[in-house]
């Protein structure tokens, strides 16, 4: 046999296994690399879940109090003075809707994108519901009027939006629980 065949060969001896080597240390090394990775995102997540946990409670509490805040019966008694009128008691309801969703439009942070979809809508709707009986009952009428229109119409309706959205609230707080 030629000599520099045996030189080849004897590289080969040597190198092959060293490669065999070189490789399975290399890919027991990126695995183990892997999972310390994914131990530390998940050591991670969990120290953010502590700390996060009770902002988010905190979060659906407000909201579950800003719809209770709104709700037109609650709203009502609020705002209601004696000498009002119907035209009054529309703005004021208006005014004091629309302060409380501002109070409270951090909270979209703490919450999915689909509870404040729904926290958002069942809003524009209470206004909605609120112009459109102020539509039937004249503006310089007493706001008596105004309160016992809205109670009939709530009283026609079985399930508001705000019904919804606080069974939403209820629905997405206790997956975290």
Same mark, same amino acid.
């Given at each position: 046999?030629?000599?520099?065949?045996? =030189?080849?060969?004897? #590289? #080969?001896?040597?190198?092959?296994?060293?490669?065999?080597?070189?490789?399975? =240390?290399?890919?027991?090394?990126?695995?183990?690399?892997?999972?310390?990775?994914?131990?530390? =995102?998940?050591?991670?997540?969990?120290?953010?879940?502590?700390?996060?946990?009770?902002?988010? $409670?905190?979060?659906?509490?407000?909201?579950?109090?800003?719809?209770?805040? #709104?709700?037109?019966?609650?709203?009502?008694?609020?705002?209601?003075?004696?000498?009002?009128?119907?035209?009054?008691?529309?703005?004021? $309801?208006?005014?004091?809707?629309?302060?409380?969703?501002?109070?409270?439009?951090?909270?979209? =942070?703490?919450?999915?994108?689909?509870?404040?979809?729904?926290?958002?809508?069942?809003?524009?709707?209470?206004?909605?519901?609120?112009?459109?009986?102020?539509?039937?009952?004249?503006?310089?009428?007493?706001?008596?009027?105004?309160?016992?229109?809205?109670?009939?119409?709530?009283?026609?309706?079985?399930?508001?939006?705000?019904?919804?959205?606080?069974?939403?609230?209820?629905?997405?707080?206790?997956?975290?629980?």
């Amino acid at each position: 046999m030629p000599k520099w065949l045996e =030189v080849i060969l004897e #590289i #080969i001896k040597v190198t092959v296994p060293a490669l065999v080597v070189f490789a399975t =240390v290399y890919y027991l090394f990126k695995t183990f690399l892997e999972n310390q990775h994914k131990l530390q =995102v998940l050591k991670m997540r969990k120290e953010n879940k502590s700390h996060s946990f009770p902002i988010k $409670m905190q979060a659906y509490e407000r909201l579950m109090l800003f719809c209770e805040r #709104i709700t037109l019966s609650n709203l009502m008694l609020r705002v209601r003075s004696e000498n009002q009128t119907a035209g009054g008691l529309r703005l004021a $309801m208006m005014i004091a809707i629309q302060q409380e969703f501002e109070h409270n439009v951090s909270q979209q =942070v703490y919450v999915s994108e689909e509870l404040w979809k729904i926290i958002t809508f069942a809003k524009n709707d209470t206004i909605n519901l609120v112009n459109i009986v102020a539509k039937t009952v004249d503006e310089n009428a007493s706001s008596q009027e105004l309160s016992k229109a809205i109670f009939n119409h709530l009283n026609e309706v079985k399930v508001t939006p705000l019904d919804k959205a606080r069974s939403a609230i209820v629905q997405e707080a206790s997956v975290y629980l």
